[in-house]
Each structure stands twice: as C-alpha cells, then as structure tokens.
C-alpha cells in the first residue's frame, strides 16, 4: 500500500524501511520520532552487550577486568562489519547451533545432579504463584 503512494515514486526500493514507512504515513514527524527510537534500540543493546560480555568474561577469567573486557569485545563487534553478509550468515548458524548445543548441555547438567535447591519456604505449584517468589522463579526457569 505505502509503494503505490506518490512519495514512493521517489524512493528505491532498498531504501524503504520503517523511517519510511512512518514518513509515509505520519509525516516528517513520524519519521523523526521511528529513526530516534531505532538509534535509542540500537544504542541501548550495543550497551547491554557490551556490559554483559565483560561480566560474562570476567566471570569465565577472573583474572581479566571488566574494562578490558568490553573493550575487547567492542573491537571485536565493530571488525564484525566488515565481514560480507554471505560470510555472516554462516557465523550465525555457527553461533544458533552452538546456542543448542548449550541449551542441552545445560539440561543434561540439571538432570544429572543428585539434589536440587530448594529456594522457597514451601515446595509444590503454589510456591510459583507467590510474587515475592517470581524473580527467583524467573531466573532459574
């Protein structure tokens, strides 16, 4: 529907996305607001991974600083931009696989173990059903 309008004419193909689609159908406003939104997403996970992989690092290697850490890993996700989109996706089915390869590693470890934590006061179905006992549940599900 947004293709057939005049304001399409003037526009590639390639270049049609959600700023787009929001100037087609709020105006220069819409636009406006969709392309600060898309930056604050951009820019709040670019933080959040970074932050995360220099916890992540220094749990695995004490012995390395959570600053250095995330440096490293900025410098690595930055040189992630020059590697040709063919190249990527199979980095990322690389990365989905070892992603479950984990998931049942993970499993397989909690089957395994002899006794479980018992984190809350009382034990069966209604030990979920309390909020104070939500956060917890949350984490280890």
């Not at 636009?31 to 970074?50: C, D, K, Y």
């Not at 934590?117 to 034990?123: K, R, S, T």
Request: glycine residues 8%.
């Amino acid at each position: 529907l947004a293709s057939r309008s005049p304001a399409a004419e003037d526009v590639p193909r390639r270049g049609r996305d959600f700023a787009f689609l929001a100037h087609i159908g709020f105006g220069g406003r819409g636009r406006a607001l969709i392309g600060a939104v898309t930056s604050m997403e951009i820019w709040f996970a670019l933080v959040t991974f970074v932050v995360m992989n220099g916890v992540n690092v220094a749990l695995v290697f004490p012995e390395v600083s959570c600053g250095l850490a995330s440096g490293v890993s900025s410098i690595i996700a930055a040189s992630m931009v020059f590697i040709p989109m063919r190249i990527f996706s199979y980095l990322s089915a690389v990365a989905s696989m070892a992603l479950a390869i984990a998931a049942v590693a993970l499993v397989c470890a909690a089957l395994t173990m002899d006794e479980w934590a018992n984190p809350y006061e009382m034990l069966g179905d209604s030990a979920l059903v309390q909020l104070q006992n939500v956060p917890r549940s949350v984490g280890i599900i």
